[in-house]
């Protein structure tokens, strides 16, 4: 089967540094990819990651072990508007750049 | 650039009540296209997609189906609409990677 995990709910203070950790289990492996989901509102795309290591973009990173099946998505210098959730997506195998998402992590960021 | 164009933005329908949601792509050529579902509270769920005209790929057993009349258009249906279809419907396009979605479209089966 194929499945994604992440934590349902996070919480982090205004100005800390805060981790998204994402487990995957799929049939083929073609990348993965984070897209941030205010309420109400269509998700946006943020980073890819394909091979391993760390990709970074201004206050965001994000991680890729591919031999663990594990990504995590790290938001440096929070503030208020990042509180939103956090998609973890997987794109399996073939080339119909489908992507399977996990059920999301929302983050809630206090003053 | 690309813009992609979804609509209604909301929808009311009565149960039994048929359905249509349209998606249009601007700016590319040949693009996968993809309707998703998003329950309240859940995450995103792949219904349909396509790789091209006519070519439709269902992913889940269900009430709706899909068309694509032509290369940048999306069409979601249903001839009757039940409770469980209310959702966020949001469709999305891709050349090569990564999916970028439309502002969806909220619908409420009363």
């Known amino acids: 089967g194929q499945n994604i995990d992440q934590p349902t709910e996070m919480t982090a203070t205004e100005g800390a540094i805060v981790q998204i950790n994402c487990t995957y289990q799929?049939?083929?492996?073609?990348?993965l990819f984070w897209y941030q989901q205010h309420a109400g509102e269509a998700p946006t795309f943020l980073s890819y990651?394909?091979?391993?290591g760390l990709e970074e973009k201004g206050r965001f990173s994000s991680f890729l072990s591919r031999s663990k099946g594990y990504s995590y998505l790290l938001l440096k210098e929070l503030q208020m508007k990042d509180s939103a959730s956090y998609l973890c997506?997987?794109?399996?195998?073939?080339?119909?750049?489908?992507?399977?998402f996990g059920q999301g992590t929302t983050l809630q960021v206090k003053p | 650039s690309q813009t992609i164009h979804q609509w209604p933005a909301t929808l009311v329908q009565p149960v039994g009540s048929p359905l249509s949601l349209e998606c249009t792509v601007e700016?590319?050529?040949?693009?996968?296209l993809y309707w998703y579902r998003q329950a309240a509270g859940r995450g995103l769920q792949l219904l349909f997609y396509?790789?091209?005209?006519?070519?439709i790929s269902s992913e889940v057993p269900q009430n709706l189906s899909a068309s694509r009349p032509q290369d940048r258009q999306f069409i979601l249906s249903s001839k009757k609409l039940l409770l469980s279809d209310s959702g966020f419907y949001l469709c999305?396009?891709?050349?090569?990677?990564?999916?970028?979605f439309g502002n969806g479209t909220r619908l409420t089966v009363t």
């Open positions: 999305a396009w891709s050349v090569r990677s990564p999916l970028h």
């Open positions: 799929t049939s083929g492996f073609n990348g």
């Open positions: 990651n394909v091979l391993d």
């Open positions: 997506a997987v794109h399996g195998s073939g080339n119909t750049g489908k992507l399977i």
């Open positions: 700016g590319t050529s040949n693009p996968n």
């Open positions: 396509s790789v091209g005209i006519g070519q």
